[in-house]
């Protein structure tokens, strides 16, 4: 049995992993880190979000402590090693792109937030949705610079001259 789960942990790991649209490496240990302090947060709100007799309250809780599970998971697997799959998660969830994981992370904080609207589920929700910002300025890439925009729209105005020269030229 442990060499079927090795040998599909080797055909996951093998497959190489989407190099996050030109993301440097610091940016992608924040992104981490900040996954990791999500994850944090989310379990220590939804802890004391369990601690009442609100059912909502309750539901929420137990959302943001599985939020803060998957948040590891997929941030930090090896802080589950007890997890058998735990690398084969993380595994996929590093060949997404960083708009898919923006939409994950923050459709998993949201959903605590409008079960139960209060100060613990917003305080403890807030660095799992912001993981989630930090994926979605990720892939939106890096800021251009006016050399390189000033040379495009150079190019589309000859581009645009030599159309018009060639309409002209050809109504002679």
């Known amino acids: 049995m442990s060499s079927a789960g090795g040998a599909a942990v080797a055909s996951v790991s093998s497959a190489p992993p989407a190099q996050e649209e030109g993301m440097t490496w610091w940016y992608r240990w924040l992104c981490r880190l900040s ?3 999500g994850a944090v947060s ?18 929420a809780g137990v959302w943001m402590i599985m939020n803060a599970f998957v948040l590891l998971l997929c941030e930090a697997p090896f802080c589950c090693h007890f997890v058998e ?20 992370y923050c459709g998993m904080a949201v959903v605590p937030i409008v079960i139960s609207l209060t ?3 917003l305080l403890g929700n807030a660095i799992a949705f912001a993981t989630g910002v930090l994926y979605g300025l990720s892939a939106l890439g890096k800021k251009g610079d006016a050399i390189s925009y000033a040379r495009i ?6 581009a645009d001259e030599e159309k018009l020269t060639d309409t002209l030229e050809g109504e002679l």
């Open 119 to 121: 100060l613990t589920t």
């Open 42 to 59: 989310c379990a220590i709100s939804g802890l004391f979000n369990c601690v009442t007799i609100h059912p909502l309250n309750i539901a």
């Open 85 to 104: 799959f735990a690398n084969t998660v993380a595994a996929k969830v590093d060949r997404l792109r960083s708009w898919q994981k923006a939409v994950f």
């Open 153 to 158: 729209q150079q190019q589309k105005q000859q």
């Open 35 to 37: 996954g990791v302090l």
